[in-house]
């Protein structure tokens, strides 16, 4: 266990000689106002960094725009092998990344580390597929003509990205991105900036020429988005985000027609089956809901667990949630560190209040923790809800935090209608060891993403992408470096 002084230490040192700015042209630049970066564990500020606003965003359209001609012209190989050290750059440097990421968004370093490596993975992937951009000869309907379809870079890409993963959200999109032949601004969000100004210190370091990749940190949104949905040269908006924002952003995208990619909110729901090997199903759903505090779009939100497998789910499950240390992220054994903000902690409030006022019974957790341990407030107990059901507020919305609904049901029929009864459709999970059952139920799901006995589905080699109002488009695997690219078709008279 860290002391307070030594947690104080490595902050200090962490920070220690670094510089952040607007990321324009490899260089650091100011800006009217600044904005302070805080610990979301003490409350404390980490670092107060320029504040972009319209002129920022507008100079940095410029340098990826003048940069974009010579960069999309630069041999695949080329590309691949700037992003191939960059990841290694990443790699070399985790323990200073995963050491900001947790200052700065809360995590457990060990989750901070795991995202470092996670996000590099998307820099080395994208540089393979980079090699990969085939075009196509198609024999035409008359002799004396050829048909040619060519895939080339989208353009100028603006990559928006929340703060629950603040390097591999950006890397998933910048991957394909790069790998494309596209420059691109990054919008990092405003409470976890700090991750994102890294790597552009990463990118100048693996020889990136200037305006390649720009990052505009700013405490406010707004100017920003108006100065890119303005200006035709921005060509694709790629966002992760909540729905709500995600809707802004594609109503505001008439007006230049821009291509938009979308990774908006989710309502996962986690089945487990009378046959379920227990405990992999517990290991999972402990997996699932709890990394990051539960603050990931894809994690199980709804616990449907079958009668007969129900109270033994209920005790291994809530045995293992209720031995999980909560505490500073820093803290080497720390395995669940604060929300984000107040507004996080008060949704759950909310939802375990109003679960338990129709019936719910808590089986452990269901507080914050007490407030010698709790200076922001933000700290809260994992917590598992017995005998929920799918009409409380816990399972309408998303929850966003350690708190687990058991929702017991009794027939396959009956818990798909309650899974797909909702208007998200970002990830779904089970757990069965009947083969045919987990085709049947990966085909009826109405999600992107299905984890059939598996709780961690994410990884660079495989499409990730949600429907109905989950999103739009998909990143990673090979059609993620679609999105990146347009399809020219040329029709060539001999
Ligand atoms: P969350 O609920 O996860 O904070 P948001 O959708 O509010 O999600 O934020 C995700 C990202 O979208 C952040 O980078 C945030 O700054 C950005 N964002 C929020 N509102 C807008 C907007 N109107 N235009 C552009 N970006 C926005």
């Not at 976890?192 to 210190?201: F, I, K, M, V, Y």
């Not at 759903?285 to 779009?297: D, L, P, W, Y």
């Not at 209920?314 to 560190?337: C, H, K, W, Y």
Request: glycine share 8%; hydrophobic share 45%.
């Amino acid at each position: 266990m860290l002391s307070a002084q030594e947690l104080n230490q490595l902050t200090q040192q962490t920070f220690a000689g670094a510089t952040y700015g607007v990321f324009i042209n490899n260089q650091w630049q100011g800006a009217d106002r600044t904005f302070p970066v805080e610990n979301p564990a003490t409350g404390e500020v980490l670092v107060t960094i320029p504040d972009a606003g319209a002129p920022e965003a507008a100079a940095a359209i410029d340098a990826a725009y003048a940069a974009l001609p010579a960069w999309s012209a630069l041999p695949a190989i080329q590309r691949a092998d700037l992003m191939r050290k960059a990841a290694a750059l990443m790699l070399e440097q985790r323990e200073r990344l995963a050491t900001i990421m947790t200052l700065e968004q809360g995590k457990p370093i060990s989750e901070s580390r795991g995202e470092i490596a996670y996000a590099a993975s998307f820099l080395s992937w994208f540089a393979g597929e980079a090699e990969r951009v085939y075009g196509q000869i198609v024999p035409a309907s008359s002799a004396n003509k050829r048909i040619l379809v060519m895939r080339q870079p989208v353009g100028v890409c603006v990559l928006i990205t929340p703060w629950n993963f603040p390097a591999a959200m950006l890397t998933r999109k910048l991957g394909p991105a790069l790998a494309a032949g596209c420059t691109a601004i990054c919008k990092p969000a405003e409470q976890t900036p700090l991750s994102a100004l890294e790597l552009g210190r990463i990118f100048i370091e693996a020889g990136f020429p200037p305006g390649v990749v720009n990052i505009v940190p700013t405490s406010d949104p707004v100017p920003f988005s108006e100065t890119i949905f303005a200006d035709e040269r921005v060509r694709k908006i790629s966002f992760t985000g909540s729905t709500e924002v995600g809707r802004i952003l594609i109503a505001n995208s008439a007006r230049t027609v821009k291509r938009m990619s979308m990774e908006l909110g989710g309502n996962a729901p986690f089945i487990i089956f009378d046959d379920a090997d227990l405990i992999p199903a517990v290991k999972g759903a402990v997996a699932s809901k709890f990394r990051n505090a539960g603050q990931t779009c894809i994690c199980a939100n709804r616990i449907f667990v079958q009668r007969g497998i129900y109270d033994r789910f209920a005790e291994a499950f809530t045995r293992e949630v209720a031995a999980m240390p909560v505490g500073n992220g820093l803290q080497p054994d720390s395995l669940i560190g604060p929300l984000i903000d107040q507004p996080a902690r008060q949704k759950i409030e909310r939802h375990v209040a109003d679960a338990t006022a129709h019936g719910a019974q808590i089986l452990t957790g269901g507080a914050p923790l007490p407030a010698d341990h709790n200076p922001t407030g933000t700290f809260w107990k994992p917590t598992v809800l017995a005998n929920a059901s799918s009409q409380m507020l816990v399972a309408q919305e998303e929850t966003f935090g350690p708190v687990a609904p058991l929702i017991p049901f009794s027939e396959e029929d009956e818990v798909l209608a309650q899974a797909n009864g909702t208007p998200f459709g970002l990830a779904a999970y089970f757990y069965t060891r009947d083969v045919s059952r987990v085709l049947r139920i990966a085909e009826r799901l109405e999600f992107g993403i299905i984890g059939a006995n598996d709780a961690l589905p994410s990884t660079a080699q495989a499409p990730f992408g949600g429907v109905k109002q989950s999103g739009l488009g998909r990143e990673g695997g090979s059609v993620g470096i679609d999105e990146y690219l347009e399809v020219k078709y040329v029709s060539l008279g001999l």
